[in-house]
């Protein structure tokens, strides 16, 4: 059980490492599954949350929690790409949960990244939350420049699905699951940071020392654009689960 503390309104979990983190982490979503089967959950890519769902899958196939009801909605993804092209988040989000667990895949939603009508198809994003009563519990990694979802510094509080560029930083941050920088895409379709604050309860996950100014500045920095995550800070059931290191400046 990791340390917890609080800064503001946020609950700051301190785990001993990514492990801890990610149990702690898939206890509260198995939790909250098992007391509302058809919650509906916002998910996250990245390399933060995959233990996490190592733990999803483990739990599921154990008998342990039920995703035949549950809804999703991903955060993001890449703009150009094709639910099928193995970069793309659809395709992470296959690989590394829904195609382990017992999830409903026409219940699992993931902003379009090949379209004809960008802005009609953000509209419909939202539409589909909204049609389904908004998220229950939403999980969110954190990028090194304090990114939320692709919601990049000078990201206004009250953004909404969109399609946006990408900053340099997260460019190269996100080039190891590439071939090489080029062919990372430069835009992206995200929710924006309104979307997010609807949720009723944020849980975010940090590892790593790379992490550890973006993680601090989230929750004690100035709230502004400059540190998209810092918008968290006004959200009334948001939860930090961070290891040592990403909390070292705290
Ligand atoms: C990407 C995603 C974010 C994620 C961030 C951190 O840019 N759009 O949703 O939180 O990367 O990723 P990682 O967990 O790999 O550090």
């Known amino acids: 059980m990791g340390r917890e503390v609080v800064v503001g309104k946020i609950k700051v979990i301190i785990c001993q490492d990514k492990q801890e983190v990610s149990r702690e982490a898939a206890a509260i979503f198995i939790q909250a599954i098992n007391s509302n089967p058809e919650i509906v959950l916002g998910l996250a890519t990245g390399g933060t949350p995959v ?24 955060l993001d993804e890449y703009a150009g790409l094709d639910g099928s092209h193995p970069q793309s988040y659809r395709f992470f989000m296959n690989q590394n949960l829904f195609n382990h667990i017992n999830i409903d895949k026409s219940n699992t939603y993931v902003p379009e990244g090949k379209f004809c ?24 990694g954190i990028g090194s420049n304090g990114h939320i979802a692709f919601n990049e510094p000078g990201s206004p509080e009250k953004s909404r699905t969109r399609k946006v560029d990408l900053t340099a930083r997260t460019i190269d941050d996100n080039t190891r699951f590439f071939d090489n920088r080029n062919q990372v895409p430069t835009q992206a379709i995200t929710m924006g940071i309104e979307t997010i604050l609807e949720a009723k309860q944020i849980i975010l996950l940090a590892t790593g020392a790379n992490k550890a100014t973006a993680v601090t500045g989230a929750l004690k920095g100035p709230v502004g654009s400059r540190l998209p995550a810092s918008f968290l800070q006004g959200h009334s059931a948001c939860t930090f689960i961070v290891d040592k290191a990403a909390a070292c400046e705290l």
């Open 51 to 74: 233990g996490m769902y190592k733990e999803l899958i483990e739990m599921n196939k154990k008998g342990k929690v039920n995703f035949s009801k549950v809804k999703s909605f991903n």
């Open 117 to 140: 009508d960008c802005e009609q198809s953000c509209r419909n994003y939202e539409e589909a939350i909204k049609k389904n009563s908004g998220i229950d519990l939403q999980l969110l």
